[in-house]
């Protein structure tokens, strides 16, 4: 399963900048899907992730900074990130969350994509 990302990149401080993610449609139309963001040295922690029905759940740390949306017709998860600050400067990356039943969720992953924000 590929998963394909695009976007991010350099902003400012309190600038703004979007993510995209790209994935099959069999896979995107019936799992959740999510960004992470690990720098190094630091824990991976979720940034956002949104079901296939559309409802949005969000690390405590976003603060209502972001938004995650998902485009069917595309097959296409968007993270647009706002009043970006120098500590969200990381590497994003996408999954889609694929149930396993009992044996928990197989993530797919991208490559992930750099966010740096810096004045």
């Known amino acids: 399963v590929q998963v394909g990302e695009s976007g991010g990149g350099f902003v400012q401080p309190g600038g703004s900048l979007r993510l995209a993610c790209e994935t099959s449609a069999t896979i995107f139309e019936r799992n959740d899907m999510s960004w992470h963001r690990q720098a190094p040295g630091k824990e991976r922690e979720l940034v956002a992730r949104?079901?296939?029905?559309?409802?949005?759940h969000y690390g405590d740390f976003v603060e209502g900074r972001f938004t995650i949306s998902r485009d069917n017709a595309k097959d296409t998860v968007y993270l647009r990130m706002h009043d970006l600050q120098v500590e969200d400067t990381d590497v994003y990356s996408c999954t889609a969350d694929e149930p396993q039943g009992r044996f928990g969720v197989l993530a797919y992953w991208g490559e992930g994509k750099q966010v740096t924000v810096s004045s």
């Open positions: 949104i079901s296939a029905d559309g409802a949005a």
